[in-house]
């Protein structure tokens, strides 16, 4: 990274730039982890960058950012993703 | 995660991943220049960006010329780093189009990737140059009437080291095609075919699904132009014979943009997709 003087008005990096993300969601992907057979698509797929791989590489979502969209579900070879109505 | 999640994509949107696979293979040393677009509010503003890497804002045809600058600015200071213009449709093929060529003719040092929407979205779904006959826009609500402008194939007749196309569905030909113009010195040029869930009116669910069909039924053929030689890549090298490939129906059926398409429209487009793989028949 470039060092740039504090208190010059320029965009840093940041995780949620556009904050919370996770609140717009309508409906909610939940893994069941029983049908997942590791393979990674949803995590190569997810659009928002969203999944992170654990250390026994099974996807986890991060809840805070994911948007819900459904790509993870539709691209999941075992249909191990379900999208859930999400009401808050 | 080069690019952050929590920013201002709408769900379903391909671009903060097909940014992230970027730079996954350019690294750190990057510099993105991106002109007036999506990717524009994508990348925030001061309270932060999804960025990992510096990125210039640029005016909406100007981002070929800035990027020059950087690469001429960041040589004389003996910094390697990867210039990219990241740019949309509208951007690349209508009004950006003439830095893009004066750039690509001195066969500039940079890297400048098209994420082509086919229209321009960021201001509610105007047609662009880059819209394909009979797709709904705004600006064309009965479909429109003329042909996607070529523009992987203008460049390359700049005689421009390195052109290829590539789909976010095929993400590791997409990767394997940035790596290769990272090597490569001179001007190089990607495009991406990047469905748009409200601008194409599909569920955003469909995003890599659409982005699939699109390379399987051929309307997006995967290839590259190295030195002047043409190479199909990927799925795309397997579809040559017609009988392989989906017909395009199976791609426009899900979009809404395409549902007051004629039968007749339809029949015209796949023989238009058919008359460009005989194309890419003889010279492949
Ligand atoms: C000179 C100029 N004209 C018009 C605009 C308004 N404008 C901002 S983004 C945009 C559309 C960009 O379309 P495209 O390059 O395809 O990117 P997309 O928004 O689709 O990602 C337009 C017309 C502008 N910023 N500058
Ligand atoms: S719903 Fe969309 S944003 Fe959420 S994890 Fe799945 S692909 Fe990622
Ligand atoms: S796509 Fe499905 S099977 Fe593959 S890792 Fe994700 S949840 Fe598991
Ligand atoms: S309008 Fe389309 S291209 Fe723009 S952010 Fe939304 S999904 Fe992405
Ligand atoms: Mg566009």
């Known amino acids: 990274m470039v060092n740039v003087q504090e208190g010059i008005p320029i965009a840093r990096p940041k995780i949620g730039s556009s904050g919370f993300t996770g609140s717009w969601r309508i409906t909610k992907p939940v893994i069941h982890y029983d049908a997942c057979t590791k393979c990674r698509l949803c995590y190569f797929y997810c659009v928002e960058n969203s999944i992170d791989l654990q250390q026994d590489l099974y996807p986890k979502i991060d809840y805070d950012f994911c948007k819900g969209c459904g790509v993870c579900a539709d691209v999941c070879p075992t249909k191990a993703i379900e999208m859930v109505r999400e009401v808050k | ?284």
């Open chain 2, 1 to 284: 995660m080069m690019l952050m999640r929590g920013n201002a994509a709408c769900p379903g949107c391909p671009i903060p991943r097909e940014i992230d696979a970027l730079l996954e293979v350019t690294g750190q040393k990057t510099v993105l220049v991106v002109p007036a677009s999506c990717t524009s509010v994508i990348m925030g503003d001061t309270n932060g960006m999804p960025s990992s890497v510096p990125v210039v804002h640029s005016a909406f045809a100007a981002a070929p010329a800035i990027a020059s600058g950087i690469k001429a600015a960041l040589n004389s200071k003996k910094e390697d780093a990867t210039v990219v213009v990241w740019a949309g449709d509208g951007g690349t093929g209508d009004i950006g189009l003439a830095s893009l060529s004066g750039a690509a003719e001195r066969n500039e040092d940079i890297m400048y990737l098209c994420y082509d929407n086919e229209a321009y979205m960021n201001t509610g779904v105007q047609r662009s140059g880059l819209t394909p006959y009979g797709a709904w826009t705004t600006t064309t609500p009965e479909g429109k009437r003329e042909r996607k402008k070529p523009i992987p194939q203008i460049v390359a007749e700049h005689g421009v080291p390195y052109v290829a196309t590539a789909s976010i569905a095929y993400i590791f030909d997409y990767q394997a095609k940035v790596k290769k113009a990272k090597e490569i010195q001179g001007f190089r040029y990607i495009h991406l075919l990047s469905p748009c869930p409200p601008g194409w009116r599909f569920d955003s669910s469909l995003t890599i699904r659409i982005a699939k069909l699109a390379v399987e039924t051929g309307i997006w053929p995967l290839y590259e132009i190295e030195k002047g030689k043409f190479r199909l890549t990927s799925l795309s090298k397997t579809l040559i014979d017609k009988s392989k490939r989906k017909p395009v129906l199976e791609y426009l059926k899900l979009q809404g943009r395409f549902s007051k398409m004629t039968s007749e429209e339809v029949k015209k487009l796949q023989n238009e997709v058919d008359e460009f793989w005989e194309e890419i028949q003889k010279i492949d």
